[in-house]
């Protein structure tokens, strides 16, 4: 049937179409979660590949009969399709990626990461089975609701290297003819909590340096000068201490802060998530989202110094430091990295040197909620779910989503996927997926896309 002479699909026929077809996403999904494609530096580049190609296939089956992976200058090749829709159609990109972070065995995993294990309650364990190739199989399933025939024009792009140093954000700058539309749907995100939709429509930024403190020519043994010669290591503590308070707020003059007024995290979600160690508390002050999404962390992420097995009994003259801090939606990446050199080159103990080198200055990121597509999304949602839709933030970055912005000026973003971040514990031990969500998130973009494919396209396009 050509896609202009398709019948609309009533709700009650993509919930079931949607539940016929779930033992199939399933069956994707573990198959997927089988295969280790860890796009990091240093791992095997075969898993990534057979990945690649894997995916690839089942798209083109479920109706992506142009999806090819494209050539890149370097790094594992992005996956792009398209699928025409009637004539004056609203536009739609489907986002996800299909490699995963690691799962090395000192994380403490419980079951095989990589083979899907299904518990009593219902879960899907393995790496990748939440982040993110569930959204690829919920794009997949969305896809076959239509029998690969969607009502209105849909675009595909699955990185390969999201996890890493992407290399979509060249590809899209190179080639911003391929991402027009009117609307991307970004699936790599999840509810707070199985059963209770959000949107994310706020993510923090990520800006990084790495901080070297000196204090001595050359090392010194710690009998004969201990005491009164300071040590770099002991210097570069007390810095990054002077990072937070007591609380564990932290205190760096002039870095942006605020407060959120959307869906709150209970603490005890956040706890049974981050799996804290008995008596350990939780830093910082207010309620869970602010501190995780509108407020900036800071965190030291590697050290430079020597290992204990090659430690003697020296002071230490030099120790690095890589510290990253988070910085909140609406912030100036460049000016809330000033903030944090400034503080660290003038919180020196003792007089020590310091020297800041800058690396990294990934913008911060807030959606436009007052679109036609944003509109038709919580209607889908709402439907889909049954119940009211919130808004939820991200501590996490994904730079990529300024460049398609900047790409694409005109378009729309919705952030939404199964990975819900009470139980997901994505780039933990014990990843896993609530399968229901796969299943609800499904009918929720087939809901968009049927709604958007039957909207008058003056009222829907907005790029």
Same mark, same amino acid.
């Given at each position: 049937?050509?896609?202009?002479?398709?019948?609309?699909?009533? @709700?009650?026929?993509?919930?079931?179409?949607?539940?016929?077809?779930?033992?199939?996403?399933?069956?994707?999904?573990?198959?997927?979660?089988?295969?280790?494609?860890?796009?990091?530096?240093?791992?095997?580049?075969?898993?990534?590949?057979?990945?690649?190609?894997?995916?690839?296939?089942?798209?083109?089956?479920?109706?992506?009969?142009?999806?090819?992976?494209?050539?890149?200058?370097?790094? =594992?090749?992005?996956?792009?399709?398209?699928?025409?829709?009637?004539? !004056? *159609?609203?536009?739609?990109?489907? =986002?996800?990626?299909?490699?995963?972070?690691?799962?090395?065995?000192?994380?403490?995993?419980?079951?095989?990461?990589?083979?899907?294990?299904?518990?009593?309650?219902?879960?899907?364990?393995?790496?990748?089975?939440?982040?993110?190739?569930? !959204? %690829?199989?919920?794009? &997949?399933?969305?896809?076959?609701?239509?029998?690969?025939?969607?009502?209105?024009?849909?675009? %595909?792009?699955?990185? !390969?290297?999201?996890?890493?140093?992407?290399?979509?954000?060249?590809?899209?700058?190179?080639?911003?003819?391929?991402?027009?539309?009117? &609307?991307?749907?970004?699936?790599?995100?999840?509810? $707070?909590?199985?059963?209770?939709?959000?949107?994310?429509?706020?993510?923090?930024?990520?800006?990084?340096?790495?901080?070297?403190?000196?204090? &001595?020519?050359?090392?010194?043994?710690? #009998?004969?000068?201990?005491?009164?010669?300071?040590?770099?290591?002991?210097?570069?503590?007390?810095?990054?201490?002077?990072?937070?308070?007591?609380?564990?707020?932290?205190?760096?003059?002039?870095?942006?802060? !605020? @407060?959120?007024?959307?869906?709150?995290?209970?603490?005890?979600?956040?706890?049974?998530?981050?799996?804290?160690?008995?008596?350990?508390? &939780?830093?910082?002050?207010?309620?869970?989202?602010?501190?995780?999404?509108?407020?900036? *962390?800071?965190?030291?992420?590697?050290?430079?110094?020597?290992?204990?097995?090659?430690?003697?009994?020296? $002071?230490?003259?030099?120790?690095?430091?890589?510290? *990253?801090?988070?910085?909140?939606?609406?912030?100036?990446?460049?000016?809330?990295?000033?903030?944090?050199?400034?503080?660290?080159?003038?919180?020196?103990?003792?007089?020590?040197?310091?020297?800041?080198?800058?690396?990294?200055?990934?913008?911060?990121?807030?959606?436009?909620?007052?679109?036609? #597509? =944003?509109?038709?999304?919580?209607?889908?949602?709402?439907?889909?779910?049954?119940?009211?839709? #919130?808004?939820?933030?991200?501590?996490?970055?994904?730079?990529?989503?300024?460049?398609?912005?900047?790409?694409?000026?005109?378009?729309?973003?919705?952030?939404?996927?199964?990975?819900?971040?009470?139980?997901?514990?994505?780039?933990?031990?014990?990843?896993?997926?609530?399968?229901?969500?796969?299943?609800?998130?499904?009918?929720?973009?087939?809901?968009? $896309?049927?709604?958007?494919?039957?909207?008058?396209?003056?009222?829907?396009?907005?790029?």
């Amino acid at each position: 049937m050509a896609p202009h002479t398709r019948m609309q699909l009533e @709700t009650a026929d993509i919930a079931q179409k949607a539940a016929e077809l779930m033992p199939g996403v399933l069956a994707d999904l573990k198959t997927l979660v089988t295969i280790p494609s860890i796009a990091f530096p240093g791992y095997p580049e075969e898993p990534v590949r057979r990945m690649g190609e894997v995916t690839l296939q089942m798209f083109r089956d479920a109706g992506f009969r142009n999806a090819r992976l494209m050539d890149v200058p370097t790094g =594992y090749p992005p996956i792009y399709g398209e699928i025409a829709g009637p004539e !004056g *159609s609203p536009t739609v990109v489907l =986002y996800a990626h299909y490699d995963v972070q690691p799962a090395p065995t000192e994380q403490g995993w419980t079951s095989d990461p990589w083979t899907a294990t299904t518990t009593a309650e219902g879960r899907i364990f393995g790496r990748g089975a939440s982040d993110d190739k569930s !959204g %690829l199989v919920t794009h &997949l399933g969305t896809l076959r609701v239509f029998d690969g025939q969607p009502p209105c024009t849909v675009k %595909l792009i699955l990185e !390969g290297m999201e996890e890493t140093e992407s290399n979509l954000e060249a590809f899209v700058e190179a080639h911003p003819e391929l991402f027009a539309c009117d &609307l991307f749907v970004i699936c790599d995100m999840g509810n $707070l909590r199985v059963g209770e939709p959000v949107f994310t429509t706020a993510l923090r930024g990520d800006v990084a340096c790495v901080v070297t403190v000196r204090t &001595l020519e050359h090392p010194l043994h710690s #009998g004969v000068f201990g005491g009164a010669a300071p040590d770099a290591m002991m210097a570069l503590a007390r810095l990054l201490a002077t990072l937070h308070d007591e609380d564990g707020d932290v205190v760096v003059d002039g870095v942006s802060s !605020g @407060t959120w007024a959307g869906e709150n995290l209970h603490e005890d979600d956040f706890r049974s998530s981050a799996d804290l160690l008995p008596g350990v508390r &939780l830093t910082g002050t207010g309620p869970i989202g602010d501190r995780l999404w509108t407020r900036p *962390s800071i965190n030291a992420i590697g050290i430079d110094m020597t290992s204990i097995a090659g430690s003697s009994n020296v $002071l230490i003259p030099e120790a690095r430091a890589k510290v *990253s801090m988070r910085i909140v939606p609406g912030s100036d990446p460049i000016q809330e990295l000033d903030a944090l050199v400034r503080h660290l080159e003038t919180h020196a103990p003792w007089g020590a040197q310091i020297d800041v080198q800058r690396t990294k200055e990934a913008p911060p990121f807030r959606c436009d909620t007052d679109g036609p #597509g =944003y509109a038709a999304a919580r209607w889908a949602m709402e439907t889909a779910f049954g119940t009211p839709v #919130g808004e939820a933030g991200s501590g996490g970055s994904i730079p990529l989503l300024r460049t398609l912005q900047h790409a694409v000026p005109g378009a729309e973003f919705v952030l939404w996927g199964p990975e819900d971040v009470a139980g997901s514990r994505i780039h933990s031990s014990d990843e896993s997926v609530d399968p229901t969500e796969i299943e609800r998130l499904i009918v929720t973009q087939a809901l968009l $896309l049927e709604r958007l494919g039957s909207q008058d396209p003056a009222r829907t396009s907005r790029a």
